[in-house]
């Protein structure tokens, strides 16, 4: 009996092998086939969307595609939203209401809710789980259920080369510069300078970069070194050898890796 035990139980796990691996192909399959690009575009007929710009499958909520405008080489998450008006249908008019320039990156599970012009320039980059909105409910009226009431709405424009971390939260009317930082989780109102790094709820400036005198206050930490352009692994992995066998004369190539 245990050995029949055995047996059934060696089969029992090849076939779940076998199940687990037919799963992921397929789903890798479909996240190919859903994928969202200008040559693919599925059901979605956007304003424009420019070459290389990938839309990853699943998609979060979409509508108002006409006056959604995709850039060149931006990549869409999974699970993104991206909405102009109010609600699905309305006509809104001849202008742009959404548009990403060229590379820009919306990481996984974030949101970009738009009735009036929201603009992210060209290469911001977002971590996962932003927020970026050009509505805000009100609340004026004591007597009525705050989501019934009207929202304030305001433009939005993110300045090229910014950088909006994971959790991040834009609000109506926020105005951020040329290669703006905002740390994780900030909740940002209002104009921010170029180059300046914002943090906490609300948002305020902790970091601002001065021409004379650099960043105020100045960096903890020294720049990181640019890896060479074109240096392969193998490359990488023999620059740092030397210096892990000087410390360590019995380190293999994993240690090597490590030091990198």
């Known amino acids: 009996m245990p050995k029949n035990r055995n047996v059934f139980s060696s089969l029992g796990d090849a076939r779940r092998r076998l199940v687990s691996r037919a799963v992921h192909r397929g789903w890798q399959w479909l996240r190919d086939a859903g994928a969202v690009t200008a040559a693919r575009p599925g059901p979605y007929r956007f304003g424009s969307i420019g070459a290389g710009t990938r839309l990853a499958f699943p998609l979060g909520t979409v509508f108002g595609e006409p006056w959604i405008h995709l850039g ?21 008019g001849p202008d742009p209401v959404l548009r990403l320039g060229d590379g ?72 951020l510069g040329r290669n703006v930082v905002v740390a994780a989780g900030a909740v940002v109102r209002g104009e921010v300078p170029d180059h300046a790094v914002v943090a906490g709820a609300p ?21 990181p070194v640019p890896i060479p352009e074109g240096i392969t692994p193998e490359q990488l992995l023999a620059l740092a050898e030397p210096a892990d066998r000087e410390a360590d004369p019995d380190a293999g190539p994993v240690a090597g890796a490590a030091g990198c």
């Open 203 to 223: 948002a305020r400036i902790v970091r601002r970069w001065d021409a004379a005198a650099g960043w105020q206050p100045p960096l903890r930490t020294p720049p």
């Open 72 to 92: 060149e080489h931006c990549i869409i998450g999974e699970q993104v939203t991206l909405t102009a008006g109010m609600m699905p249908g309305l006509d809104l």
């Open 104 to 175: 820009v990156v919306l990481g996984r599970g974030s949101h970009v809710v738009a009735s009036c012009p929201v603009v992210i320039e060209r290469e911001v980059y977002c971590g996962p789980y932003v927020y970026i909105t050009s509505d805000n409910h009100s609340y004026d009226d004591p007597e009525q259920p705050i989501g019934k009431q009207w929202p304030r709405s305001a433009p939005v424009t993110i300045g090229t080369g910014s950088w909006l971390g994971a959790g991040a939260v834009i609000l109506p009317g926020a105005k």
